[in-house]
């Protein structure tokens, strides 16, 4: 294993206090950095804010303030969230700070130098709230932004460009040939894509006369850095690019640059090439997530359906937050976030599955044996099974951390917690302790009190001060069983005294959770059609609508780019489809007639309007339509000819 590990989350702009969105990235590199750490790495977590720019400005303008004063008093709110989030990241980069304008201008000049930045007219739309130039082709119908949807601004002037079309056809082959630079894959696919059109120059100017708010170019005093050019630089400015070449070699390149799928292009074809053009190696992996949505729809100030983190924790917890987030959202897909979800899965997890057993066992242990877990005797098969159980949910968690599956590390660890509780009705220590002449119940309280040890550290990265907790409660927050291994099962909680300080996690009270006392409610009919879907899952190979429903569909051309496997489920596929204006994950029972590999490329028909579902825990986000064939077999619905993803069908 490589001794460094180096990850980052793009830099905030700090035109407007965090949300859901920053809070996410920043707490998936936070649980990434402690688990390396864990492993005996040493790690630089990089994370910070974007000062720059016509959003910082405007921002500025709109309180009456100078930028530097506005960016100097919203950054505050980015690093006190972090404080309340527990995130323990290594360094925080301004892009106002000196360390980082001298490096952003001694690469502006480089690259003068080496006649790889003109200056040249130009004609063209601008998008504000994205900082970007768009040519008319990109363009929606009303010449709005191919990104955000809003109106663009038509610009014409003398700007500064960076020759980024030289290097079109290298990134093509580069990315072709480095299957683990982006991803998920259908990521690397979506730049591809974006690729086969020609690759323009990159304009890296902003005249002062249009925006002061920058960092000046060091070959002529009229004009700023495009904060895009500005902004990408900070990953290597922090680990020590031109001012400690000893530690930029110990941490550079990154092992995974954290973006959200809207910054997607930026960062893997803006800052490729610009690394290109240095001669700086490559990151070795870009990874992009995806939305919180709110419903159907992305989260956003504009529509007013924005989550602060502050208040969720607040209301919550900090760990209850911190483990909703990781655990319910598949890396490189989108997740719907709603209260009730939270409560819902709180309960479940953290209340009824992991904290019932570190009760049940504290409790018991108090009670029949002093509060010192003992020492075992003779083990049995129970012992055995239990024992693969928490071996395998280490095993997962690490694969799935390095293959960035997180939320199938944490279910993994609380299936190892479900099975401690059916450990403890086959056992029935309660009735053991009454008439136990082997002494059967010291072995069946050890082994519960070392499955939690084991589950505590698997978790401790998600959680860190619930499991601290919970090692308090089992007595072994020092001493041999702090430090035991977590993929070995030891005797090393033996002889600690165990703490009996009530639940590590109250159970939320859903009637008085929400607003206007209807989360009760709301879970009970989510807890109602949850079942329903696994029954669906079971005796119909697709999900099917009524002739009525029919006419409510909304039907769309759509294209898979990318099929997989649901895990525990032999008959669901889980796809990634464009349908147009956004990429979707749909779940579909058609494993058994089609394979993943023989997918992906098809042009199918999907209702879109559907509300987002769970099957077997997985976001499912429209339908697909499939014919059953009279012989027993199943064909998709699909397209004859080039039909592009997102036209009206019936």
């Avoid at 460094?4 to 969105?21: C, Q, S």
């Avoid at 038509?154 to 079309?165: D, L, Q, T, W």
């Avoid at 299936?415 to 069946?444: C, F, H, I």
């Avoid at 987002?612 to 697909?624: D, F, H, Q, T, Y």
Wanted: aromatic share 8%; hydrophobic share 40%.
């Amino acid at each position: 294993m490589p001794e460094t590990f180096y990850i980052t989350t793009p830099i905030y702009y700090v035109n407007d206090k965090p949300h859901i969105g920053h809070a996410y990235t920043t707490l998936l590199a936070d649980i990434l950095a402690r688990h390396h750490r864990a492993t005996g790495r040493k790690v630089l977590f990089l994370t910070g804010t974007d000062e720059h720019g016509q959003k910082v400005a405007k921002a500025a303008a709109k309180r009456e303030i100078a930028p530097q004063k506005h960016c100097d008093k919203m950054v505050k709110r980015f690093q006190d969230l972090w404080k309340r989030l527990e995130i323990t990241n290594d360094d925080f980069i301004r892009t106002t700070e000196k360390r980082h304008v001298q490096v952003v201008r001694r690469i502006l000049q480089d690259l003068y130098d080496k006649d790889l930045i003109y200056k040249a007219d130009y004609e063209g739309r601008y998008c504000v709230p994205c900082e970007r130039f768009f040519t008319d082709k990109d363009l929606g119908d009303e010449g709005e932004c191919p990104e955000c949807g809003r109106k663009t601004d038509e610009i014409v002037e003398s700007n500064y460009f960076f020759r980024m079309g030289n290097y079109q056809d290298w990134l093509v082959d580069y990315i072709k040939s480095h299957p683990e630079f982006i991803q998920p894959p259908f990521r690397a696919n979506e730049t591809l894509g974006f690729l086969r059109q020609p690759l323009d120059d990159l304009c890296i100017s902003r005249p002062k006369s249009r925006l002061a708010w920058g960092i000046e170019l060091p070959f002529d005093s009229d004009y700023v850095c495009y904060v895009w050019f500005d902004a990408l630089v900070n990953y290597i400015t922090a680990p020590g690019f031109a001012s400690d070449p000893e530690r930029f070699d110990e941490f550079w390149p990154a092992d995974i640059h954290l973006i959200g799928k809207d910054i997607l292009t930026t960062h893997t074809v803006y800052w490729p090439t610009m690394l290109k053009a240095m001669g700086v190696e490559l990151p070795k992996t870009i990874f992009a997530h995806g939305w919180w949505l709110s419903g159907s729809g992305k989260m956003s100030k504009s529509t007013g359906n924005v989550v602060n983190p502050m208040d969720m924790i607040d209301k919550h917890g900090v760990d209850a937050f911190r483990y909703f987030l990781a655990a319910e959202m598949s890396l490189g897909q989108d997740a719907v976030f709603s209260e009730d979800t939270f409560v819902s899965r709180y309960n479940s997890d953290l209340a009824n599955d992991l904290g019932n057993l570190v009760s049940r066992a504290v409790k018991l242990i108090a009670r029949n044996n002093d509060g010192i877990i003992p020492h075992p005797g003779a083990e049995t098969a129970l012992e055995e099974e239990l024992k693969d159980a928490a071996l395998s949910a280490a095993k997962t968690m690490d694969d799935s951390i390095e293959n960035m599956k997180l939320d199938r590390g944490i279910a993994a660890v609380m299936a190892a917690a479900k099975a401690g509780n059916r450990y403890m009705e086959k056992t029935a220590p309660w009735k053991l302790a009454k008439s136990d002449p082997e002494n059967r119940l010291d072995t069946v309280l050890l082994s519960v009190a070392e499955l939690l040890r084991i589950v505590s550290g698997l978790l401790e990265p998600v959680m860190p001060s619930k499991t601290r907790e919970i090692r308090e409660r089992l007595g072994i927050q020092a001493g041999p069983a702090s430090t035991a291994p977590l993929d070995k099962w030891e005797a090393s909680v033996a002889g600690a005294s165990v703490l009996d300080a009530g639940p590590v996690f109250p159970r939320i009270d859903t009637a008085k959770s929400a607003a206007g006392g209807k989360a009760e409610k709301q879970a009970t009919i989510k807890n109602k059609k949850e079942p329903a879907m696994e029954d669906n899952e079971k005796t119909n190979t697709v999900d099917l609508i009524t002739v009525d429903d029919f006419f409510k569909a909304k039907l769309k051309t759509a294209k898979i780019l990318e099929a997989e496997k649901v895990e525990g489920a032999d008959r669901l596929l889980r796809l990634q489809i464009d349908i147009g204006e956004e990429k979707r994950q749909i779940v579909a029972g058609i494993a058994q007639f089609y394979s993943p590999e023989n997918l992906v490329g098809k042009s199918i028909v999907v209702v879109s309007n559907l509300k987002p579902a769970k099957i077997r825990g997985v976001e499912s986000n429209g339908m697909l339509l499939a014919a059953r064939i009279p012989a027993g077999g199943l064909g998709l619905v699909t397209l004859d000819g080039d039909i592009p993803p997102g036209c009206s069908v019936g």
